[in-house]
């Protein structure tokens, strides 16, 4: 008798402990379930009407932004001095490693439309929710940014008053991380903007040709202007020269630092630095992957195009920011307003004005155009469940999503209203590069697992399915030999295709390699003058996690690959996507500690908002 009470005791104790470890298994197959790809029997051939040239110009369009007009000053005047031109080269070799790995996403799946669908289609919920959390992040505030940047020329173009007027009334109030004055003009954009989406309206095609028109006339001119007007004397600046703009200058506005002076004013840091912030001017090039569905011939067009917009957008700001610095001492750019204020300072007054004007223009439909992308992630997300299911409502006549465009618009306000240009460049910066840096981990991992060829099927059913991120394989069936079969299986597969073991080997190895690749970053970002000067810790410590890092990426080269064949496969792996995630993570550790503070905020509030759904649900 007293053996079945102490028996049923037991049971009962355990009993609690068995529902949380189901409940834990229930979470985590959760997090990894993803979207379930089903052929559908559709007879309408596809449509093809974008070709590679089209594609090239659609890219360039969504490129080429506030970042050419705008942030180009500040850099240069702060950051970078003429040597801004090697923030942009660094900027864009970043932008071509990201843009090989979404090319490869692209044109697998290339219907998906976004690197959310394809990680929930590939790797599963968890990475779909992050992914698509900071591509919110970046979408709001590169609305806000553009939002700001308007203004700020708009402002500068009527004489700063509307500055004047709201830094002497709010300045002593605002708190030092955020904006010298709350931006009203900002924020009232952004809110016009908002109510014209709920209302239905669709993005012009016509009203886009003929903004991208204007921004290249412009572009050309501001070139052209500079090679006639510049000064090869203004890359190699000295103290005397600064000393005599000091005693000289009638300027409204005070002179930058000095730094070194000639072309590098601010070391090697300031051209990082610069890259960092310049990296958020070739956002908009991965739009181009949302296309391929009507791209004849994706697995062709698709990295040939990005390739293509990546280039001739560093062009065009290689040109503008060589063609600023040359016409202008970099301590005299005026930052809120470069270009206009450079044709002044040349004795071009006349041309100032055209210029501003055309700017004015295009920023006006950068902004009308910068904010669509953004209710679409949100419906998607809420439809899905892993957001509240009532943003995804819909107006029943427009059929726009009213609570995903009023939600985000509001958002993108408040960005525009509290933030400064530079925090929003940084903001958008960092959530771009952690994107582009999950795409090409996504990109290494997948290539490794078995059977994930994901372009077998045409179209993607809406409803969601319990799978696995690794599949079962047969083989992994048999029991192990031990130890030493494990070890020799990192160096000799014993398939020559993916089995689960290979597949979790890739898996924990990619991981790691991330892990080895942040801290480089972090020592190059912290300490740059003590690593290449030789210390003897730090340099012992680099070569330590450079031998670790190529013996972790020798196992995951050695296993085998998926052989199913893919529209276009990224060279060298897994060597390129680590150096893409590399140059990311390195260029995401020169953003400023606060914005690290912010973005750290966002994360946070996503998980609580998601961890909200599920207690409600």
């Given at each position: 008798?007293a ?15 068995r ?27 596809p ?20 970042g050419v ?6 850099v240069?005047m ?17 932008s ?19 690197a ?7 790797m599963?919920e ?44 709010f300045?002593p ?34 009203v ?6 204007i ?35 009638s ?35 991965d ?14 067009s698709?990295?040939i195009?990005?390739?293509?917009t990546?280039?001739?957008?560093f ?7 060589a063609?600023?610095t ?57 439809e899905?469940?892993l957001?509240?299911?009532g ?16 939600s ?58 319990m ?8 083989l ?10 494990t ?5 000799l ?12 080997i890739?898996?924990?190895?990619a ?39 190529t ?17 276009f ?49």
């Amino acid at each position: 008798m007293a053996l079945c009470l102490v028996s049923s005791a037991d049971h009962s104790s355990s009993t609690p402990s068995r529902m949380r470890c189901q409940e834990l298994r229930q979470f985590g197959q959760k997090l990894v379930r993803r979207r379930l790809l089903e052929p559908t029997n559709d007879s309408k051939s596809p449509t093809a009407p974008l070709n590679t040239l089209k594609l090239v110009a659609f890219g360039v369009a969504s490129t080429l932004g506030a970042g050419v007009y705008i942030l180009v000053g500040e850099v240069a005047m702060f950051i970078a001095g003429p040597a801004i031109i090697i923030s942009f080269l660094v900027a864009a070799v970043s932008s071509v490693l990201s843009g090989l790995c979404y090319a490869e996403f692209g044109t697998q799946v290339s219907w998906t439309g976004s690197a959310y669908l394809y990680s929930y289609i590939s790797m599963g919920e968890l990475w779909a929710f992050i992914t698509a959390w900071n591509l919110i992040l970046s979408y709001v505030i590169g609305t806000g940014s553009v939002a700001r940047a308007w203004s700020i020329a708009f402002d500068s173009l009527i004489g700063n008053h509307i500055f004047q007027a709201l830094e002497g009334t709010f300045s002593p109030y605002m708190p030092y991380y955020l904006a010298k004055y709350p931006d009203f003009l900002a924020l009232s954009l952004v809110l016009l903007l908002t109510g014209v989406l709920v209302l239905g309206v669709r993005e012009s095609v016509l009203v886009g040709k003929i903004s991208t028109g204007i921004n290249l006339l412009v572009l050309s001119f501001i070139i052209l202007s500079g090679f006639i007007k510049g000064d090869l004397h203004n890359w190699k600046l000295t103290e005397q020269d600064y000393t005599l703009n000091t005693s000289e200058s009638s300027d409204i506005y005070s002179l930058g630092p000095l730094g070194s002076g000639g072309f590098v004013p601010f070391n090697y840091d300031g051209i990082l630095h610069g890259a960092a912030l310049c990296f958020y001017s070739f956002v908009g090039f991965d739009d181009i992957v949302t296309k391929g569905e009507e791209a004849p011939n994706p697995h062709r067009s698709i990295p040939i195009s990005i390739m293509s917009t990546v280039f001739i957008c560093f062009l065009a700001y290689f040109g503008v920011s060589a063609t600023l610095t040359l016409m202008v001492p970099y301590y005299q750019i005026q930052p809120d307003s470069p270009f206009p204020q450079a044709f002044l300072h040349v004795g071009w007054g006349p041309a100032r004005y055209v210029v501003a004007v055309g700017i004015l223009c295009f920023l006006l439909y950068r902004l009308q155009s910068s904010l669509f992308p953004v209710p679409q992630v949100i419906q998607e997300m809420a439809e899905d469940g892993l957001l509240f299911r009532g943003l995804a409502r819909t107006h029943a006549r427009t059929k726009t999503p009213i609570m995903a465009t009023v939600s985000s618009g509001i958002l993108a306000g408040i960005m525009a209203l509290l933030f400064e240009f530079s925090n929003l460049v940084d903001l958008m910066s960092i959530g771009h590069l952690l994107v582009y840096s999950l795409v090409a981990f996504f990109v290494l991992v997948l290539r490794y697992q078995p059977d994930c060829n994901l372009s077998k099927n045409e179209k993607i059913e809406d409803k969601i399915q319990m799978m696995p991120l690794v599949k079962e394989n047969p083989l992994d069936s048999e029991p192990e030999a031990g130890s030493s079969k494990t070890l020799k299986s990192l160096w000799l597969p014993v398939s020559t295709t993916p089995t689960q073991k290979s597949a979790q080997i890739v898996y924990g190895c990619a991981f790691l390699l991330v892990l080895l690749l942040t801290i480089p970053s972090l020592i190059l970002a912290q300490w740059p003058s003590q690593v290449f000067s030789g210390d003897p810790v730090l340099t012992t410590v680099a070569v330590l996690l450079l031998l670790l890092t190529t013996g972790v990426m020798i196992i995951i080269w050695r296993q085998p690959q998926d052989p199913s064949p893919l529209p276009f496969r990224v060279p060298a792996l897994p060597l390129l996507p680590l150096v893409s995630i590399f140059v990311n993570i390195y260029l995401m550790m020169q953003i400023t500690s606060g914005t690290w503070a912010i973005f750290g905020i966002w994360n946070v509030v996503g998980k609580w908002l998601s961890g909200i759904k599920g207690l409600l649900e």
